[in-house]
């Protein structure tokens, strides 16, 4: 059976205007781990965004220290006590979101907007491009992500921007491969065959063909590292390879209660608690994700 | 199959070689003087122009590179600026104790999460299905030195059962050793009767393997869940319930011996997290690994240590995943080695 | 259900081995009364086993395994000096020739007898080749007219009797050992030990665990209960050594968290010995940047430094405000010396006054590994803000900070955390000198300040101590005036040493403010 194609605007692609993304939504909005994922995730940008309107104490939540007031348990006051400060925890928990999401989802859209693009033009292409695409990553892959982090972090001196720095180096190369396999996958189909003949220009084909159906993929891929990130700037945190004082941030705050975790345990809890929250919230949408929009690699 | 094995033995040296010059070049570029690293922070002008000669820090880097390839081909990795001791020779004591943690902590993920993740799967849909499925994400969600404080807290302090740090009691390790035949004081213990010691060694490495193991068995418990239900919805399961076989042996022995090339894969994944992991519990229970000398060589800014731990993480990374691709190739032809 | 038995079994033999281990570790506790081995937590990391080149951390061991010829005593002891391995000295009038009578019957740990000539080899390898050679930047030469008797001639007059007392460049090797290293630089560095002290190196597992064992032929004896052996674990963290402590695993943990302090003193089980210490924190100006090159504005900061709450948040109390950059308690330390006491209003005026009383921006620099540091900056940069100034604090590994400080200095950092300590207690040649004096190239005088009348000052004193001490202090008090009224930095807090130990354990004599950073194994005693 053929079909006559006049203009490429008749291009028929797979999953689009077939309803899947709506479809998408419906379903999730029915299972549970979706709206306890995605809530949790909404709730904390929210607290990120209003940290100085939600703060009992915004400066403090900031770094401003209150000497006389250190050290006090959870009250009425202080509902979750105040660092070795005297700051109050609750202030630089809500202030600690801004770090922890601004960071990992600066690092992982980084990532992605380095990756993805590399990756696509070498598994489109082909030849020598694909060649040395996958022999830099190689190197890149060659080490635990967090190793690299850290040395990298050290060398240039900690900061949160050069421990964020040190992570998209780590991180953008399992996009670049992503990408590239999905479309090395999708470089046969029919479609795109037909588009080029038809003389469609390449960047077209990328943007509108192949991004379009590597998004799924790309997209659960994202949501569950960005909880990984979480935990690597908190890991990076505590070991001090990454935010500095007296910035803020939930890594930074577990180890500096460390020394007074037994009688003084809330300065190391609840921050460490709200590390745990966050990236619950995005292994959850990203199981859900993973189980409605790719079965393919369901349960991994 | 040779072939393949060739050309990724290749690559993974070429790989190796970007990595230590890349790492090289860092390190020099930063400003931090070596010499003043070698010596303290308080020597004076004099003394470390003396050492900078001493040391060869003078001569053009290029030189310097060439002499630390060079050496590195011969097996000296080069001597910490901090302890004055050879890299190779620190990072070999340092291993057994990170591995044998490594170890302990994955065969505790397995050993957990395999019969979890088949219970998952064979009461689908049902509160145990849905528990370990909560456990599983709690495991995967929660970080690795918090875990390490709360379990430390808990069982040393408050209800003081366990040694909060180290990897054994400083009576035994300086009045009665365990004799070193390995390197694992659980196996040398073992193998010479020495009844204490194994005792000492499994109540300290007790709390840092758990911590390590929460991640790997969440991981576990949700790939083997995963590959059982595929396995066990497919047409050979269902006959050979219709053929009456018990359910016990369906379960345990047609479907997790195919459920396992997929957990590999898992214990593959899980041992790189697992090196960089270690560092964590190593520090929060002062074991004394290779993440306490990673730790103690980037704080100073040792560099030839810095460069030694990146080896060393680099070559650890690159054989775990080449041996995890041949065994997959061995188990599951389908696996295509591309 | 089947299934489940087969969980049940895994289940159980965790909890099996659980209550085992649990059973097995109670009882491997130590009780006590044994003074076999004294299980000791620090920090002190080991850079090198040469005593010739020690220069940092390890001198913890050094002075337990080597000694010098002479012992500093505390401030307020009846007599400045006790013998070490020199039972009696004198100078001639000019100060300038220094005899040491040796002691007799001392052995090395080779069984090498002690002679005036091991004494001559050791000085001058480290006058020559040690770490801290500028000790002995003055020496001329040194006789051996008996094999008891050594005489040091100086170029100058010098107070021979301290540097000799110093823990960095002053202990006495063996013969034999001096020649292998003059040969093989690393020699000692698998493990050796060649000294006169109380306690041999047994083992050493590098970065963690040290291994000391007693000297049966030490001249000291062995009487009282002393303990024959020491290990020490090398912990880098404070909170690890409590742990530690708590769970009985070590007997001592030289370095506790300051602010658990309290609490552990409520459990009874301790006793506290506070002592002065020679470290002390000082924070530079920038004085070649504008701004900060205009004295009123460094006094305004000085004005504006919370002092208090920094000894609170940095030091947990366990800290006296400076006076200066001379720690308390060390010559020529001087209780006439002024101090600024926080004034927000008096520190505001200052600043109008010198045309900048709408603030400027600054970047403070502290070492990011340095606890105390991290904990006190934030302070620093919220007082400040009470006057205008903006404070951008940077943390950096002590390496990377001291390297971009002594760069351009125009480039450089506007305040600079540092935590310092003299090499041998005369603060006037050291901690004046070195963090103060003008330098053409920046070293640690990392204020870049230059002041002739300064330099005059402490040039002159130096010269002088060595002949008269009373004199050399009034000059040093002249300069430490000048160094309050330009500010060129901002004296923070003199440490103090704190040692928790268990109520079994007697350490009176074991630490002394001359010597930071050691304890001295020999004086730790079980009392009853």
Redesign the interface.
């Known amino acids: 059976m053929s079909v006559t194609i006049d203009s490429p605007d008749q291009l028929p692609a797979p999953y689009r205007s077939t309803g899947a993304t709506s479809r998408a939504f419906r379903v999730l909005r029915r299972k549970p781990s979706a709206l306890l994922g995605g809530g949790i995730i909404v709730f904390i940008a929210f607290v990120a965004l209003a940290a100085p309107v939600l703060a009992p104490y915004p400066a403090q939540g900031r770094g401003l220290a209150d000497v006389p007031a250190r050290d006090l348990p959870p009250s009425s006051l202080h509902w979750f006590g105040t660092d070795h400060l005297g700051r109050d925890v609750l202030s630089r928990v809500i202030f600690g979101a801004r770090p922890a999401l601004g960071v990992s989802l600066a690092v992982v859209v980084l990532a992605v907007l380095v990756g993805v693009p590399l990756g696509m033009i070498a598994g489109y292409r082909g030849g020598w491009l694909d060649e040395a695409l996958m022999r830099v990553t190689d190197i890149f892959l060659a080490f635990p992500p967090l190793l690299l982090a850290m040395v990298i972090s050290a060398l240039l001196g900690a900061s949160l921007l050069h421990a964020a720095i040190a992570l998209v180096i780590s991180w953008w190369p399992w996009y670049a491969r992503l990408a590239r396999t999905v479309t090395q996958s999708l470089k046969h189909e029919p479609f795109i065959d037909a588009a080029r003949v038809f003389g469609v220009r390449e960047p077209l084909i990328l943007t509108r063909h192949v991004l379009r159906n590597a998004t799924t993929p790309i997209l659960v891929q994202a949501t569950v590292d960005a909880g990984t990130v979480i935990l690597a700037v908190g890991a990076l945190a505590f070991l001090g390879l990454a935010a500095q004082p007296p910035t803020p941030d939930w890594g930074l705050m577990v180890a500096d209660g460390r020394t007074t975790v037994i009688t003084e345990w809330w300065i190391s809890m609840f921050p460490g608690l709200a590390i745990f929250t966050l990236v619950l919230g995005f292994n959850l949408l990203g199981d859900v994700l993973r189980d409605v929009l790719d079965p393919r690699s369901a349960g991994r | 199959m040779s072939r393949w094995v060739v050309r990724r033995l290749l690559t993974s040296l070429l790989t190796l070689f970007f990595i230590t010059t890349i790492t090289f070049a860092l390190a020099r570029v930063v400003p931090s003087n070596p010499a003043v690293v070698y010596i303290g922070p308080l020597a004076r002008p004099a003394e470390i122009a003396r050492v900078t000669k001493e040391l060869g820090l003078d001569r053009p880097l290029y030189v310097q590179y060439v002499d630390y390839m060079r050496d590195l081909v011969h097996g000296n990795w080069g001597t910490s600026l901090a302890t004055k001791q050879p890299v190779l020779g620190g990072i070999a004591s340092r291993l057994p104790a990170t591995l044998e943690l490594i170890l302990v902590a994955m065969a505790m993920a397995v050993a957990v999460g395999i019969p979890l993740g088949v219970l998952a799967a064979h009461r689908k849909g049902k509160a145990a299905d849905t528990g370990a499925r909560v456990g599983a994400v709690v495991g995967i969600s929660m970080p690795v030195f918090w875990l390490g404080l709360l379990l430390q807290v808990l069982a040393s302090q408050w209800l003081n059962i366990l040694p909060p740090t180290s990897r054994q009691s400083l009576d035994v390790a300086v009045l009665h050793p365990v004799t070193k035949i390995t390197g694992f004081l659980l196996v040398d213990a073992l193998v010479t009767g020495d009844w204490s010691g194994l005792q000492d060694a499994a109540t300290h490495i007790l709390l840092p393997a758990i911590t390590l193991a929460a991640y790997p068995a969440a991981l576990v418990t949700r790939m083997t869940r995963a590959a059982m239900l595929d396995v066990l919805g497919q047409d050979y399961v269902r006959t050979a319930r219709t053929f009456g076989l018990g359910e016990r042996l369906v379960l345990w022995q047609l479907a997790l011996r195919n459920a396992i090339p997929s957990t590999l894969t898992v214990v593959g994944l899980s041992l790189a997290y697992l090196l960089t992991g270690s560092f964590f519990v190593e520090i929060v229970f002062d074991w004394p690994g290779i993440g306490q000398y990673a730790t103690n060589a980037l704080l100073n800014l040792d560099y030839p240590a810095i460069m030694g731990i990146t080896i060393l993480g680099a070559t650890a990374f690159l054989v775990i995943n080449f041996v995890v691709d041949v065994l997959q190739a061995r188990l599951d032809p389908r696996v295509r080695l591309q | 259900m089947?299934?489940?038995r087969?969980?049940w079994i895994?289940a159980a033999a965790v909890a099996v081995?659980?209550v085992?281990?649990?059973a097995?570790?109670t009882s491997?506790?130590?009780t006590g009364g044994s003074t076999?081995?004294l299980?000791v937590a620090s920090t002190a990391?080991?850079?090198?086993?040469d005593p010739i080149?020690s220069?940092?951390t390890e001198v913890l061991y050094m002075a337990n395994l080597y000694e010098p010829l002479v012992y500093a005593n505390p401030p307020g002891s009846s007599t400045a000096f006790r013998p070490g391995l020199a039972t009696s000295w004198s100078r001639t009038a000019n100060g300038t020739t220094w005899t040491f009578h040796l002691r007799h019957g001392v052995t090395f740990h080779d069984g090498e007898p002690l002679t005036a000539t091991a004494v001559k080899d050791s000085i001058e390898a480290a006058a020559t080749?040690g770490?801290?050679?500028?000790i002995w930047a003055a020496l001329k030469s040194i006789s051996t007219p008996d094999s008891y008797t050594v005489v040091i001639t100086m170029k100058a007059p010098t107070r021979v009797d301290l540097i000799a007392s110093s823990e960095?460049g002053a202990w006495i090797v063996c013969p034999a050992a001096l020649a292998a290293e003059a040969k093989d630089?690393?020699y000692f560095?698998s493990g050796k030990d060649c000294g006169t002290g109380p306690y041999m190196l047994k083992s050493y597992?590098?970065?963690?665990?040290v291994?000391l064992t007693a000297y049966s032929h030490y001249w000291g004896g062995w009487s009282g209960k002393r303990y024959s052996?020491v290990?020490v674990?090398i912990?880098?963290?404070?909170?690890?050594q409590?742990?530690?402590l708590?769970?009985g695993?070590?007997d001592l943990a030289l370095s506790v968290?300051l602010?658990?302090i309290n609490?552990l003193m409520k459990t009874g089980k301790y006793r506290l010995q506070v002592r002065q210490s020679t470290r002390n924190y000082v924070g530079f100006f920038n004085t070649t940047r504008p701004p900060l090159n205009d004295p009123l504005v460094r006094q305004a900061l000085s004005y504006a430094t919370?002092y208090r709450?920094i000894i609170?948040?940095g030091a947990h109390g366990y800290g006296t405000q400076a006076r200066g950059p001379v720690p308390r308690g060390i010559f020529p330390w001087s209780a006439a010396t002024p101090q600024y006491t926080t004034n927000i209003a008096k520190a505001k005026a200052l600043l109008e006054q010198s045309g900048h009383g709408d603030g400027f921006p600054m970047t403070l620099t502290y070492a990011?590994?340095n606890q105390d540091e991290?904990?006190y900056?934030?302070?620093i940069?919220?007082a400040y803000a009470k006057i205008g100034v903006t404070v951008t604090?940077?943390?950096?590994?002590?390496?990377?900070q001291?390297?971009?400080a002594k760069?351009d200095p125009k480039k450089a950092q506007d305040m600079f955390l540092l935590q310092y300590w003299p090499?041998y207690s005369d603060a006037g040649s050291d901690n004046l000198y070195s963090l103060f004096h003008s330098s053409a190239?920046p070293?640690f005088n990392l204020s870049y300040w230059k002041d002739p009348t300064y330099d005059k000052l402490v040039d002159t004193a130096a010269g002088i101590t060595g002949s008269s001490a009373a004199k050399a202090k009034a000059l040093y008090l002249k300069a430490m005036t000048i160094l309050y009224d330009q500010a060129p930095g901002v004296y923070l807090y003199d440490m103090k040493t704190v040692l928790l130990t268990p109520k079994n354990l007697q350490v009176i004599n074991a630490t002394n403010i001359n010597y930071p950073f050691v304890t001295f194994f020999y004086a730790v005693q079980q009392v009853g």
């Open positions: 089947r299934s489940r087969k969980l895994p081995a659980l085992a281990a649990s097995g570790w491997t506790t130590r076999e081995l299980r990391q080991v850079t090198t086993w080149k220069f940092s080749r770490a801290a050679s500028f960095d630089a690393q560095e597992s590098a970065g963690k665990q291994v052996n290990v674990e912990t880098p963290e404070a909170i690890v409590q742990q530690m708590q769970s695993q070590v968290p602010e658990n609490q919370p709450d609170s948040v990011a590994e991290a904990r900056a934030p302070l940069k919220d604090l940077k943390p950096i590994l002590f390496n990377q001291w390297a971009l760069g090499t190239k070293f």
